[in-house]
């Protein structure tokens, strides 16, 4: 009955200790899949105002400047310090969205091919690395 006993309570405490260690590798990918998907949210969101009939520059330039934010923060969030590929990768977004920040567009149909160039940069990264 002790041995019952004895074993029952080292499962409990395995078990728990089991729970707890997964629960701290799952948080530790936490910070790059929440850039991952505000900087999803912000394209999702220019590429829906560019495509409404009431679109506003002010706006798209608004979700262009958190791009560009957020974009800043992909190598260090990813800690891939000795990957080229991700790196160049990383610099071409952080130069589109640069670009879309500083255009000299007036209207949302200009936008249009610099938000291209922002999607087709994410897009380039993805079709590598996801």
């Not at 409990?12 to 505000?38: D, E, Y």
């Not at 394209?43 to 506003?56: G, H």
């Not at 706006?59 to 000795?82: E, P, Q, Y």
Request: glycine content about 4%; aromatic content about 4%.
């Amino acid at each position: 009955m002790r041995f019952a006993i004895t074993l029952l309570i080292g499962l409990m405490i395995g078990v728990l200790g089991t729970s707890s260690a997964l629960n701290a590798l799952r948080q530790a990918h936490v910070l790059p899949r929440s850039l991952m998907v505000l900087i999803d949210h912000h394209q999702r969101s220019v590429n829906a105002e560019l495509a409404a009939p009431s679109c506003s520059t002010k706006t798209v330039r608004h979700h262009f400047a958190r791009l560009n934010s957020l974009g800043a923060d992909i190598d260090t969030v990813f800690a891939t310090s000795k990957d080229a590929t991700f790196l160049r990768y990383a610099a071409d977004l952080q130069a589109a969205t640069s670009a879309a920040l500083h255009t000299m567009a007036t209207s949302c149909a200009e936008l249009t091919l610099v938000a291209t160039r922002v999607d087709d940069a994410c897009d380039a990264c993805h079709r590598d690395y996801r």
